[in-house]
């Protein structure tokens, strides 16, 4: 394996502090010993005394497909100070079961956890049978972890009849409670998948609940600690200790609208802070070591087959984007413009997804057999047109932001004639389902996939009236609310995608009821939102 780029990249620490350049040495640490970290042991490992219980983050699992899992666990007794666990190399075992008292134990191993990814493991589970769930734990000492429930994927071989799934994103911890969690479990889906913003790195909004510890996140103790502080909330935890996760990441597991390697604001160091942020994202998600095994970026898309009866292809649209057209004078990041202002939004080549991944989706698209061919990624795909003082504007941190590289994605699907196309995002805090248009900007063009883009967790978003007057302007929006959070449930049938709008009745009150707020309808082989 390659780590020349890790060399080069740490190697250029010039105008760094001293502080600064021991992190640059820990990032690279990591990296280069990440593969190794559950092999065999290269000594004894050490037996440690804990201050505290070592799982209070809980356990979590993902990247399911019909034979395997990624089974994840941090070892942390001192959740926001570090961990509280010391730099040694720490032997955890595992189990997985056909049921939750473990009379039927199907595998066992051991995972040597290291300081260098903050004694977090990513145990890569195969072999296992297709379609039904299954019960896992750790063991150090005499330490038992929370038991976790997963669930294997239907096989090619198995045509899956319907399926069961979620969506999720932007769960601001100072703005809400996550009892919408409470909800998605007893709604039983198959996986979730997040779209991004399972932090976010600095406060802001009205009416706090609760705070952060600390200030904003910067080093990677600090992007260390503020993952921990969220996995400790028992409604997350719950969650990701009930179904397996699907993951990407999006702009505040870092810094508010970084761009491939620009920060928002200019920040000089911005390399160092990225590759922090990523790691400690990493490190707090059920993903596989070969996620961190090329160049400084994580490696997150991937495709999903339920059976034949669809294929999920997860995007990254973070971290190898072009920075967005015409920001505010000053610094980089979003803004709203119009087309007359910024003639720059429409120029030719700019990319959200990266040369590397467009082909990838393009083969993806292509080869897929499935009835229905799902997009998710983390923000609003369709235009969305903002009326202001008789002129049109556009938000340059989604899609629109990058108009070109939208339409290659919809000339891929007609291109390919890709059944059955659903894209899902999230970012935007509100809940739009749209029709997706051949031409985007052409409201007489014909509809050619459907979008549901679902509200946030928590975060705040634009007031409802805000929203009624993009949606006067936008009659390719079928539906937007922005008022309610919670997540999206999908059920999928060869004949039809049932979709609902699940939301809680406040996210300032920690036991508020939750309850359909609406519901959607896309019949397989007619594109477009129907409103149930």
């Not at 409470?182 to 600095?202: H, K, T």
């Not at 990266?354 to 897929?368: C, H, K, T, V, Y």
């Not at 290659?408 to 995002?425: A, E, F, H, M, Y």
Request: aromatic letters at 10%.
């Amino acid at each position: 394996m390659d780590f020349g780029w890790a060399n080069r990249w740490f190697a250029s620490g010039d105008g760094l502090s001293e502080r600064s350049r021991v992190e640059r040495r820990r990032l690279l640490a990591a990296a280069v010993l990440a593969p190794f970290l559950a092999a065999a042991p290269l000594g004894r490992a050490a037996r440690q005394r804990f201050v505290d219980y070592p799982f209070r983050l809980g356990v979590s699992s993902g990247c399911p497909t019909a034979t395997s899992v990624v089974l994840w666990t941090r070892l942390c007794a001192d959740p926001l100070h570090g961990g509280g666990i010391e730099d040694q190399r720490i032997k955890l075992n595992w189990e997985v079961a056909d049921d939750e008292r473990f009379a039927v134990v199907r595998q066992r191993g051991e995972w040597y956890t290291s300081s260098d990814l903050a004694h977090s493991a990513h145990v890569e589970v195969s072999g296992l049978a297709p379609n039904r769930p299954y019960w896992y734990r750790f063991f150090v000492g005499d330490a038992v972890s929370p038991t976790g429930r997963t669930r294997t994927l239907p096989s090619a071989q198995e045509p899956a009849s319907s399926a069961r799934f979620a969506t999720a994103s932007c769960q601001h911890f100072e703005q809400g409670y996550f009892h919408a969690y409470r909800g998605l479990i007893a709604d039983e889906p198959q996986f979730l998948v997040f779209l991004g913003d399972s932090i976010y790195e600095s406060s802001w909004g009205d009416d706090p609940v609760r705070s952060h510890a600390g200030g904003v996140t910067r080093s990677l103790d600090a992007y260390r600690n503020r993952h921990a502080q969220y996995r400790c909330d028992p409604d997350l935890a719950a969650a990701h200790a009930s179904f397996p996760w699907i993951v990407t990441v999006d702009d505040h597991e870092v810094e508010n609208d970084w761009a491939g390697d620009l920060s928002q604001h200019l920040d000089p160091q911005f390399a160092l802070r990225k590759a922090a942020g990523l790691q400690a994202f990493f490190e707090h998600m059920p993903l596989p070591l070969r996620v961190l095994g090329k160049g400084a970026a994580l490696e997150l898309h991937k495709s999903w087959d339920i059976g034949r009866l669809a294929r999920i292809n997860l995007l990254d649209t973070r971290q190898f984007r072009d920075p967005q057209p015409c920001p505010r004078p000053g610094i980089s990041g979003a803004n709203t413009v119009s087309d007359e202002d910024c003639p720059a939004r429409n120029g030719e080549g700019r990319t959200l997804l990266g040369a590397r991944q467009q082909r990838w989706l393009e083969s993806q698209l292509a080869r897929s057999p499935a009835a229905w061919n799902v997009l998710a990624q983390p923000t609003l795909f369709s235009p969305l047109r903002q009326p202001r003082d008789g002129v049109t504007n556009h938000y340059t941190e989604t899609w629109d932001g990058y108009p070109r590289a939208r339409q290659q994605v919809i000339d891929t699907i007609v291109r390919q004639r890709v059944k059955n196309p659903l894209i899902l995002g999230g970012d935007v805090h509100c809940t739009y389902a749209m029709d997706v248009r051949e031409q985007p900007e052409n409201d007489s063009s014909r509809t050619i996939a459907t979008e549901f883009t679902g509200t946030s967790v928590t975060s705040e978003g634009f007031p409802q009236t805000t929203v009624d007057r993009f949606l006067a302007a936008n009659p390719h929006a079928r539906f937007a609310n922005s008022e309610d959070h919670g997540y999206l449930l999908f059920d999928l049938s060869e004949a039809r995608a049932a979709v609902r709008l699940r939301t809680v009745a406040s996210v300032k009150e920690r036991d508020a009821s939750l309850s359909t707020r609406a519901s959607f309808v896309v019949e397989a082989g007619r594109p477009g939102v129907v409103v149930a």
